[in-house]
């Protein structure tokens, strides 16, 4: 029982560190590629940090269903706030805002991100156990967790505020879709 206690938090953490390398390449493409991020974008680095948060909170205070809930409402919100942003770009003559990587946008891969969130929460529910909800002291590993976290957390709220300020954020202008103009005689 043990081995699947450590089992289950180490794929915490882990899952932590993957959703923060997307959002370290998120921030590789502001800084290194000068593409300012949309109101939308910012909204779902704040969904992919509230995953982080639910999965923080189990490894701190230990696996709780609830932990596990606010994960799972993050992952939801990110999801429908990038497939909102997909379906922005989806009409014909409107260009895929931003550099694509591997071939798709930012969004569609944050959109993925969450949907493999989804689905990764939903295993570590079928692997829960009301015997693990016993608080623990964290590992190294767990530690960093919280370390990186933290970190972009408060590289993510430096950069929004930079950029919006107390206000809401001003929309970033969007290429215009390509009209067709027919002249009638």
């Known amino acids: 029982m043990k081995n699947k206690i450590r089992l289950i938090r180490t794929l915490n953490a882990l899952m932590i560190f ?14 290194f590629k000068h593409e300012v991020p949309c109101p939308l974008c910012i909204l779902q680095r704040l969904a992919m940090i509230g995953i982080c ?24 919100v990110g999801a429908i706030v990038a497939g909102r942003q997909i379906c922005l770009h989806i009409c014909p003559g409107f260009p895929i805002f931003g550099i694509p990587v591997f071939g798709l946008s ?19 529910l079928f692997l829960y156990s009301p015997d693990q909800t016993k608080k623990r002291s964290l590992n190294f590993f767990e530690h960093s ?11 993510n709220l430096f950069t929004t505020y930079k950029e919006c ?11 215009q879709p390509k009209q067709t103009i027919t002249k009638t005689n």
Request: net charge positive; charged share 5%.
């Open 145 to 155: 967790a919280f370390f990186v976290i933290f970190i972009l957390t408060t590289l």
């Open 53 to 76: 948060m639910g999965l923080l909170l189990n490894l701190r205070f230990g696996i709780k269903l609830k932990y596990y809930g606010l994960s799972f409402l993050s992952a939801i």
């Open 106 to 124: 930012l969004y569609t891969w944050s959109f993925l991100v969450f949907a493999f969130s989804i689905l990764a929460l939903v295993v570590f």
């Open 18 to 31: 993957v959703i923060m390398g997307v959002l370290l390449g998120a921030y590789y493409q502001q800084y």
């Open 165 to 175: 300020g107390f206000g809401p954020c001003e929309d970033v202008p969007w290429p």
